[in-house]
């Protein structure tokens, strides 16, 4: 997989279910951050998480990490309409090479 | 504050023809990115600025140049736009001076959609 490869491409929930996507990547990173984007709009940034946390929260997002398998999960729990967007995740590396490389996102719909 | 703006936020070009898009952003943020969002590719990085007075290529520079005028403002010019140029293109800014802000969340404009005929 390339870095920062996210699954499953397209998600459909009814409304107040949970959603969960799942980003992968290849080379050992610093952080993992997910961004949300609505349409026609700019990317929105929604949680940064460091490779020496394992997880973290922000409202209705849960935010996992797994550098062992190199995998982070963005859960958002009771979804709502409104949550209808893409979401992206970057994973950055520092040094010599430093990059933020951004995935190519998964859809998700949240049907009412 | 209005964070990241950019301008135009449509433009239609001729092929050959030249524009610059332009970014400025008040959060007094150290770098500024360009990034060109195509279907099915995600975000790839054109140009960089870790902090004002420099600039650095990506991964795709070729057939951009960019002005990191001041603190606050960063554009993209295309001298000679081609069809594989039509895409939209963002600006985002942050906090971090080094390198790719790498350590911050980066903020993003609204996008400005070029087409190239």
């Known amino acids: 997989s390339q870095q920062g490869e996210e699954d499953p491409q397209a998600l459909s929930i009814q409304e107040g279910e949970n959603a969960t996507m799942n980003c992968s990547y290849k080379t050992s990173i610093n952080n993992l951050q997910w961004y949300r984007q609505n349409s026609g709009r700019g990317l929105v940034h929604l949680i940064l998480i460091r490779s020496n946390e394992r997880e973290k929260h922000s409202g209705r997002l849960r935010v996992t990490l797994d550098t062992s398998k190199k995998s982070s999960s963005l859960l958002i729990t009771a979804s709502r309409a409104a949550d209808t967007a893409s979401y992206f995740c970057?994973?950055?590396?520092?040094?010599?090479?430093?990059?933020?490389?951004f995935g190519k996102g998964i859809t998700l719909s949240v049907r009412p | 504050n209005a964070g990241v703006t950019q301008t135009p936020k449509f433009q239609v070009l001729k092929t050959g023809q030249s524009m610059t898009l332009q970014c400025a952003q008040d959060?007094?943020?150290?770098?500024m990115y360009w990034y060109r969002q195509d279907p099915g590719m995600g975000l790839r990085l054109i140009y960089y600025s870790a902090s004002e007075g420099t600039t650095d290529k990506g991964e795709v520079p070729n057939g951009y140049n960019v002005s990191r005028l001041n603190k606050r403002e960063f554009s993209l010019r295309l001298e000679s736009a081609a069809p594989s140029q039509t895409s939209v293109y963002f600006c985002?800014?942050?906090?971090?001076?080094?390198?790719?802000?790498?350590?911050?969340?980066?903020?993003f404009g609204p996008g400005t959609r070029l087409t190239v005929l």
């Open positions: 970057a994973t950055a590396i520092t040094g010599a090479n430093s990059k933020l490389t």
């Open positions: 985002a800014s942050s906090q971090d001076g080094t390198a790719f802000g790498v350590m911050n969340t980066q903020y």
């Open positions: 959060m007094n943020h150290n770098s």
